[in-house]
Structures are given as structure tokens and as C-alpha cells.
């Protein structure tokens, strides 16, 4: 077990008055809170996370995980945290980016709560969430439009969908060993027909951890999001949409160049999925349109910060901030500020790009015929990049990675 004392790499640089964020995140997220001078204390499973290198990390918590084996003693090391923080009272903003800090926070929210200020939805409503066995079920009776569903084990629901379907993991948290057997570097499978996909061995093997659904016809220029954070009582404070370029691999892979717009179905749809779901806290909503009708499906729903979040920043819809501020005010006592979200450019000014998977999703449109050389240069020079994990601004972390390659190289 890690020993539980917070280790600061270096004091506080933060120039004006305020605790730092506690942040269960990646570099994205450090960086967007950076951007409003909110420091951030990481907390990490290893002292080697490049995101402890951040000029934006002004100290690291090692824990020893967030899975069910390690979950109270991180939750005690937490509790501990958060009262050396605020030896005389308050409680820190506490910031989480995945499927697995998020089941730890439900998990665990009666005693995180004493020492962090966080806003998260109703336990059952975070469980649907996580889960795409449940989600559906709850997405059809609120009215939210969703691909047609099926248990991986109703053969019968499955013959009678209209094809081509595609499988995915029920379950949002501990899929990775689904993920290698099944789907390679992709988050789902596609198949022509039911019956292809029932004869399929490694489909009856995990059928017990998959879904079903109707493919959405649509290609990645296809997909959208929306975004935003809502308080306690559901209003809006802020959002911004986003549209995928490119991902690898090209179906139902991992983002890998990215861009804002200002859709007005996509927010209209999103808003409106927001007040039927009485969803609280940060989100991204997942989209899909269909080019056969033009109707937006919904894909998912993640209650988590994310990389979407610096994008949002940098064009000054920074959701990490205004969660800080929110929260930094309601334990303080006072009437937290509303905020006006900026719209985004119709035309983005900067847009995300994580250039070895966007080089993948490249070779993989070239292999296919769909993407040139000269377009995808075309693509890249058109507008000004944020990176994964390169910045101008916070150079360290991916100088520390490059030298940590070279080295593993080099032994």
C-alpha cells in the first residue's frame, strides 16, 4: 500500500487567492483548470504520470486505485487529503475524468463528501449511466432518441432488427480484456446481418457482457457531442458542442482530431436530453446523425470530465473552471454566479489533435481509398492544434515522456 501523506512536488504558484483543485485526471484536465491560474494537486496511481510534470501541479497524492480491492483505502487516503487541505474547515473541488473514478465516487460518497465538493447525479441515475443494459430502458421511456437495443442473449429480438448491428460492451468500467479479445483498438463491432453475427463463436463466448444495437448509417463526420455542466437544480451554467473529424480506428475507434461547432440541432437535442434525464454535474452527450433521414440518435451520455474539456477551454467555455467556481462558492455560503456560455465559433479558431492516432486513422482512410496524403496535410494546416500531450505553454510532460521512451529504448 502507498503511503497515504500528500507529497508536494513544489509550493503553490497560483497568484490569487483559493485552494487547488484535487484532480483524478489526465494532463487535459490540469491544463484546463491551469488555464484559469486554478492550480491542481494530482492524484495518481504512479509518481511517473506526466501529468505530475505540469506547471499547472503544484503537488501529487500517490493511492493505490480506484477497482472495487483498492476502493476504501483509497477512499480513506482521500479523506485524509482533504482535511489536511482544509485544516479548518471547507472542502475542496475534487475533479474526476473516468469510468472508473466515477463508480469509486458513487461508491464512495458518503465520506468523500465530508472533505470534497463535487456534483454528482442521483446513484441510480449514475448507475444507468454506466451501464448501456440500463441506459436504454431509461433513455426509451424518458423520450430520448436512441438506436434500437437489444440483450446480446434475446436471439429473437436480435433476428427481427433491421441490419447492419453492431456490439458493444454493456458495462463502461473494467471492459478492456472485452476490448482485446473482441474488438482489437476499436470500442465495437459491425456486422452485415443477424445471422452473421449469431454465427459468430467469440459473440457467443461474451454475450453475457455485450449489447446489440441498429447501426446508425453514418460516417465519423457524422458524430457530435454536447457538453455542458448543470447545478444541483438542473439549470444549465454552461456548454458548447463538438463535431469528431477523424478517429482510429474509423469505426467506433478513439477521437483523434476534433473540432467545436454550433449545430443548433445538436444543442437543441442536448438541452433537451439534459431536462429528461435530470442530469446533474459535468457531461458529454453522444451523437450520431443518420445520413439516411438526417435524425440525430442518442449514443451515450458520460458524466465525467474528459478531452473535450481543454478544446472548450481554449475557445473560453472552460467547464473545469466554472465547476471550480461553482463550487468554491456554494462551500463558502454564497449564491454561486450564473454563467452565459459563449457560443463557439462557426468557424473553429482551434481545433484537438493527438497526431499519432490521427497518422493511424490516416493510413487506415488511405488504405481504404478514402483519404489522400495531400488531404490530410490540407486537413492538418488548416487550422491552429492543441495537443494530447505537447504544449508550448507546458512543455515538461512531454519532454519527460519523449526522454522516458528514449530510455526504454535505449535498455
Known amino acids: 500500500m502507498h503511503d497515504s501523506r500528500d507529497r508536494y512536488i513544489h509550493a ?54 480506484f477497482d472495487t480491492g483498492s476502493g476504501e483505502r483509497t477512499a480513506e487516503a482521500l479523506v485524509a487529503l482533504g482535511r489536511r487541505l482544509a485544516p479548518r474547515g471547507g472542502r475542496s473541488a475534487l475533479f474526476y475524468g473516468n469510468d472508473a473514478q466515477l463508480a469509486f465516487l458513487h461508491a464512495w460518497r458518503a465520506p468523500l463528501e465530508e472533505s470534497f465538493a463535487f456534483v454528482l447525479n442521483d446513484d441510480a441515475l449514475g448507475a444507468a449511466l454506466r451501464d448501456k443494459e440500463l441506459f436504454y430502458p431509461l433513455a426509451m421511456r424518458a423520450g430520448v432518441p436512441v438506436p434500437r437495443t437489444a440483450l446480446a442473449d434475446d436471439t429473437g429480438a436480435i433476428l427481427a432488427m433491421r441490419a447492419p448491428l453492431v456490439i458493444k460492451p454493456r458495462a463502461k468500467v473494467g471492459w478492456k480484456a472485452l476490448q482485446r479479445a473482441l474488438f482489437h483498438d476499436a470500442k465495437a463491432k459491425m456486422y452485415a446481418t443477424p445471422e452473421e453475427l449469431l454465427r459468430d463463436p467469440l459473440f457467443a463466448v461474451h454475450r453475457h457482457t455485450l449489447l446489440v444495437q441498429e447501426l446508425v448509417l453514418g460516417d465519423v463526420e457524422d458524430h457530435y457531442s454536447f457538453h455542458g455542466f448543470a447545478d444541483p437544480d438542473g439549470r444549465l451554467l454552461a456548454h458548447y458542442s463538438g463535431h469528431k473529424l477523424r478517429t482510429y480506428p474509423n469505426v467506433s475507434g478513439e477521437s483523434s482530431f476534433i473540432e467545436l461547432t454550433t449545430d443548433p440541432r445538436v444543442i437543441e437535442l442536448g438541452m433537451d436530453v439534459v431536462r429528461r434525464l435530470g442530469v446533474r454535474g459535468v457531461f458529454k452527450i453522444d451523437m450520431i446523425r443518420d445520413r439516411r433521414d438526417g435524425q440525430l440518435y442518442v449514443l451515450e451520455l458520460n458524466a465525467r470530465f474528459n478531452l473535450w474539456n481543454y478544446l472548450g477551454a481554449v475557445h473560453g467555455v472552460n467547464l473545469p473552471a466554472v465547476a471550480y467556481d461553482f463550487l468554491e462558492a456554494r462551500d463558502r455560503g454564497e449564491a454561486p454566479r450564473r454563467w452565459r456560455a459563449p457560443l463557439s465559433p462557426s468557424r473553429p479558431r482551434v481545433r484537438w489533435l493527438n497526431f499519432y492516432r490521427d497518422l493511424r486513422a490516416y493510413r487506415e482512410g488511405a488504405g481504404r481509398g478514402k483519404l489522400s496524403l495531400r488531404q490530410w496535410a490540407r486537413s492538418l494546416a488548416s487550422s491552429r492544434k492543441i495537443y494530447e500531450a505537447f504544449a508550448w505553454t507546458d512543455p515538461i510532460p512531454f519532454a519527460w515522456w519523449v526522454a522516458e521512451y528514449v530510455r526504454r529504448r535505449v535498455a
Do not use: F, Q, W
Open 12 to 65: 503553490l504558484r497560483r497568484k490569487k487567492p483559493g485552494r487547488p483543485a484535487v484532480v483524478m485526471g489526465d494532463l487535459t484536465l490540469v491544463r484546463s483548470l491551469g488555464l484559469a491560474r486554478i492550480p491542481s494537486i494530482v492524484v495518481t496511481t504512479s509518481p511517473d504520470d506526466i501529468t505530475v510534470r505540469s506547471r499547472h501541479a503544484v503537488g501529487y497524492a500517490l493511492i493505490d486505485g
